[in-house]
């Protein structure tokens, strides 16, 4: 079956105390991505990669890292979390290079709720 | 800033057809219009999406005007498990969304 998979799927930590949260697909997908959705602000895209080892930053990267090295997997980092990055965290995935109405649509995860005291 | 505007909310009775509008009135010639929908906070899940013809799959149809500045996701029979947020996004290449607010629609017994 064709998914996106977050782990873990609920997180409780304290401020500062690294964390990753791993985001993988069995698609063979180049483009990946991951949102956080806040009440009132919606999905806003932390950060992009476009294929392995090529990431940019979305509209919110301050607080985050990514990285990229498989194709199937793409982390992301909080090097110190603070109470302000206590959000819902989407990852997405999608094939990229191409066109077509049936590779064109962009497949989340089931998210990844973080909450940082 | 997202580049649609839908309306906030919208109620509809179970067995009608749903119909979500969608502006996009600065969308360019090569922007597809996606149509997405979240039920409570699980992942948004693909609908449909279209450059400027109909089109229709089997959970909806898609309505894009000949000016290509609205469009029309149509439900035809909602059900109960339709109420959700839906969103209509604009996109090049179906990357990089920019979400807005969404349309809450809620499907009534």
């Known amino acids: 079956e064709a998914q996106v998979t977050q782990n873990p799927r609920y997180l409780i930590t304290v401020t500062g105390k690294k964390l990753t949260v791993t985001c993988s697909q069995n698609?063979?997908?180049?483009?990946m991505s991951w949102y956080r959705q806040d009440p009132g602000l919606g999905l806003r895209q932390i950060y992009y990669s476009m294929n392995v080892e090529v990431t940019d930053k979305g509209d919110v990267p301050e607080g985050y890292k990514v990285s990229r090295k498989e194709k199937r997997n793409f982390p992301l980092i909080l090097e110190s979390p603070s109470p302000n990055q206590t959000s819902l965290y989407f990852c997405?995935?999608?094939?990229?290079?191409?066109?077509?109405?049936?590779?064109?649509?962009?497949?989340f995860g089931p998210g990844t709720r973080l909450t940082v005291l | 800033d997202a580049k649609t505007t839908q309306p906030t909310s919208m109620d509809c009775a179970e067995g009608r057809a749903a119909n979500l509008p969608c502006n996009h009135s600065t969308i360019s010639g090569n922007e597809y219009v996606y149509w997405y929908r979240q039920i409570h906070s699980q992942g948004p899940q693909y609908i449909i999406h279209?450059?400027?013809n109909n089109e229709t799959n089997e959970m909806a149809s898609l309505i894009i005007t000949e000016d290509r500045k609205s469009s029309t996701l149509i439900l035809p029979h909602a059900t109960l498990r339709d109420t959700a947020v839906y969103y209509c996004i604009v996109s090049l290449y179906g990357q990089n969304f920019v979400f807005g607010p969404g349309t809450r629609l809620s499907v009534l017994p």
């Open positions: 997405a995935s999608q094939t990229a290079f191409q066109r077509g109405p049936s590779i064109d649509t962009q497949y």
């Open positions: 279209g450059l400027k």
């Open positions: 698609m063979n997908h180049e483009y």
